[in-house]
């Protein structure tokens, strides 16, 4: 069975820095890609970053760009986002999720619950 | 980047009737190794995260109700409730995974009416 658990939410004050953690389970993590996608309260879903399942490759959203940095240690299944010079309008819900699996990009069949990230001073 | 758009921001619709939410792409996201379009379309509630409903445009995801459908082509697609149920009430984002970054449409919200 597939899980996914974000942890490392919380309350950071703009500018200051955050790692969230993905752990991950009940497939073979070193197979799959991962995806962190974010949903600011009351709104949307964002695509914040991906990694590669080697953490060869990996690409960022332009809002992110520069400031948060995605990696992985397939040694322990879990993915992280490290997230610095954090902005009021980083502030959401955070969430890892898992491409079906396939040789094309592929949309998202397993999510974690998420984790929320408030920045504010 | 490629942008979604839905339409209609929100819909109330009675119990057992159909609803249909619209989705738009700026551009084109065929995929040309398998000739299908990138287009997924999710569910998400309340405190949840979303979940995957369709996904190529039309093909239901493991466990969804065939009372859900997917269907278009070039930029426009449509999700189909053919008759809605109470658990159904969620709002519903389009997602193109042609391209990163992966764009969602801005969302759906479903009702009763």
């Known amino acids: 069975q597939v899980h996914l658990v974000e942890s490392g939410g919380g309350v950071v004050r703009p500018g200051g820095s955050l790692r969230l953690s993905c752990a991950a389970s009940g497939f073979t993590f070193s197979d799959y890609g991962i995806y962190w996608v974010r949903q600011a309260p009351g709104k949307g879903l964002e695509w914040v970053a991906y990694i590669r399942f080697s953490g060869s490759v990996k690409y960022y959203a332009d809002s992110v760009q520069g400031r948060f940095t995605i990696s992985r240690d397939n040694s322990k299944n879990t993915v992280y986002l490290q997230m610095s010079n954090l902005k009021p309008e980083d502030t959401a819900v955070y969430y890892c999720?898992?491409?079906?699996?396939?040789?094309?990009?592929?949309?998202?069949?397993?999510w974690g619950q998420g984790t929320l990230v408030t920045v504010s001073s | 980047d490629i942008v979604m758009t839905q339409s209609p921001d929100s819909l109330a619709v009675s119990l057992g009737e159909r609803a249909t939410i619209n989705c738009k792409s700026s551009?084109?996201?065929?995929?040309?190794?398998?000739?299908?379009?990138?287009l997924a379309w999710y569910q998400q509630k309340p405190g949840q995260p979303p979940k995957l409903l369709i996904y190529?445009?039309?093909i239901r995801e493991y466990g969804v109700p065939d009372r859900f459908s997917g269907s278009g082509s070039g930029t426009d697609f449509t999700l189909t409730i053919s008759s809605l149920q109470a658990e159904d009430v969620a709002v519903y984002y389009c997602?193109?995974?042609?391209?990163?970054?992966?764009?969602f449409g801005p969302g759906t919200k479903v009702g009763i009416k």
């Open positions: 551009q084109s996201v065929l995929y040309s190794s398998n000739n299908k379009n990138s």
């Open positions: 190529w445009t039309s």
């Open positions: 999720a898992k491409p079906l699996p396939g040789d094309y990009p592929q949309p998202f069949d397993y």
């Open positions: 997602q193109q995974y042609y391209t990163t970054p992966f764009t």
